[in-house]
């Protein structure tokens, strides 16, 4: 069950990586991400803190693997760290002045508290 929850948080974290990157390439999705200050395509600075949103979120998900016995064991100390972040995300975007970055991402993001919520205690 505990890796079954587990590739749920992956597949689920998969989506907002999918969008950063996509928001690092110039597509014009800027409305779902930072409480829908750029409409359009990012600014180029942001892009680049895409990019590094991105890369936290495959850390995150490595660690929730890790800690359920799947992937590099050393990973798993930041598995209680991506947790908080998961939670503070979900506090972000359920409360992001976009309303298409609300309704996208807090479901998802309250999908993936729950996986790794159980990992953590199952």
């Given at each position: 069950m505990t890796?079954?929850?587990?590739?749920?948080?992956?597949?689920?974290?998969?989506?907002?990586?999918?969008?950063?990157?996509?928001?690092?390439?110039?597509?014009?999705?800027?409305?779902?991400?930072?409480?829908?200050?750029?409409?359009?395509?990012?600014p180029p600075a942001w892009r680049v803190l895409a990019l590094v949103q991105a890369a936290l979120l495959c850390t995150m998900a490595g660690a929730v693997l890790a800690r359920a016995g799947i992937g590099p064991l050393p990973v798993a100390v930041l598995f209680w760290p991506a947790v908080v972040l998961t939670l503070l995300s979900l506090a972000a975007n359920a409360a992001s002045p976009s309303r298409p970055e609300r309704l996208l991402w807090t479901p998802v993001l309250f999908l993936m508290t729950a996986a790794a919520l159980g990992v953590g205690f199952l």
């Open positions: 890796q079954t929850l587990a590739f749920a948080y992956a597949g689920l974290t998969a989506l907002p990586v999918l969008m950063h990157l996509a928001n690092a390439a110039g597509a014009p999705l800027g409305r779902l991400t930072v409480g829908g200050r750029f409409p359009g395509c990012l």
